[in-house]
C-alpha cells in the first residue's frame, strides 16, 4: 500500500491562494507513474484538478489552467499545487492520488489520500 497525506487547505476570499501538498509513503519501495489532484465540490462528481507525470509532463482542467500550477519532488515522493486566483466554485475537497507500483504488488494501483477542504467565500 501507499499512504498520501495531504496539507495546505483552508478558508480563504475569493482571488487569494494557498498551497496544497502531498506526500507519498510506504513501508516498501515503490514507484509512481503520476501524481495528481482532485477535487470533489458538495453535490457534484469527483474531477481532475490537474496531474504531472514521473517525467513532469503536466495537464490541467480548463477550469483551473493559467491559474493552478502542480509540480512534484520527485526524491521526496510530493507533489505541490499552487493555486491562485481561487474563486467560490472552487470550493470543494481537494484529493491527492497517485497511480504507483509498490514492489509487494504485481500491477500498478490507484492510491487516495483522505483529502483537504478547500472553502472559498467572502
Known amino acids: 500500500q501507499v499512504q498520501l497525506v495531504e496539507s495546505g487547505g483552508g478558508s480563504v476570499q475569493p482571488g487569494s491562494s494557498l498551497s496544497l501538498s502531498c506526500a507519498a509513503s510506504?513501508?516498501?519501495?515503490?514507484?509512481?507513474?503520476?501524481m495528481a489532484w482532485y477535487r470533489q465540490a458538495p453535490g457534484k462528481e469527483r474531477e481532475l484538478a490537474a496531474r504531472?507525470?514521473?517525467?513532469?509532463?503536466?495537464n490541467y482542467a480548463d477550469s483551473v489552467k493559467g491559474r493552478f500550477t502542480i509540480s512534484m519532488d520527485n526524491a521526496k515522493n510530493t507533489v505541490y499545487m499552487q493555486t491562485n486566483g481561487l474563486k467560490p466554485e472552487g470550493t470543494a475537497v481537494y484529493y491527492c492520488?497517485?497511480?504507483?507500483?509498490?514492489?509487494?504488488?504485481?500491477?500498478?494501483?490507484?492510491?487516495w489520500g483522505q483529502g483537504t477542504q478547500v472553502t472559498v467565500s467572502s
Open positions: 492520488a497517485t497511480l504507483a507500483l509498490p514492489i509487494t504488488h504485481l500491477a500498478q494501483s490507484v492510491f
Open positions: 510506504s513501508g516498501s519501495r515503490f514507484s509512481i507513474t503520476f
Open positions: 504531472i507525470t514521473s517525467s513532469c509532463a503536466t
